[in-house]
């Protein structure tokens, strides 16, 4: 069966990095893109990013764009994503998740397996 397990949130001073990983299973990793999105308490999961199954074309939402960085390794069935210049905003449960086959999507119902997420928690 399909499994994403999402690692690499942690506790981090604003301005700090980390990096998450998603890593699949159960699928043909390379033939999907792959997203990734977040949700801070008492707010909807948002899009965070995403890339493409081949070109690795990426996309990102405004509030991220310059600072994160998404990329994948379809040797290791993987998806990082590489936190920059990190701000208390950025605080969530980041979750990875599979885009929907042929459909190229910036929005949850889009996705149609995810990961069981990843805490990370920016202090000012």
């Known amino acids: 069966q399909v499994q994403l397990v999402e690692s690499g949130g942690g506790l981090v001073q604003a301005g700090g990095s980390l990096r998450l990983s998603c890593t699949a299973s159960g699928y043909t990793f390379s033939s999907y893109a792959m997203g990734w999105f977040r949700q801070a308490p008492g707010k909807e999961r948002d899009f965070v990013a995403r890339?493409?199954?081949?070109?690795?074309?990426?996309y990102y939402a405004d509030s991220v764009k310059g600072r994160f960085t998404i990329s994948r390794d379809n040797a290791k069935n993987t998806v990082y994503l590489q936190m920059n210049s990190l701000k208390p905003e950025d605080t969530a449960v980041y979750y990875c998740?599979?885009?929907?086959?042929?459909?190229?999507?910036?929005?949850?119902?889009?996705?149609?397996?995810w990961g069981q997420g990843t805490q990370v928690t920016v202090s000012s």
């Open positions: 890339i493409s199954w081949r070109e690795g074309n990426t």
């Open positions: 998740a599979r885009n929907r086959l042929g459909l190229t999507s910036y929005s949850k119902t889009g996705y149609d397996y």
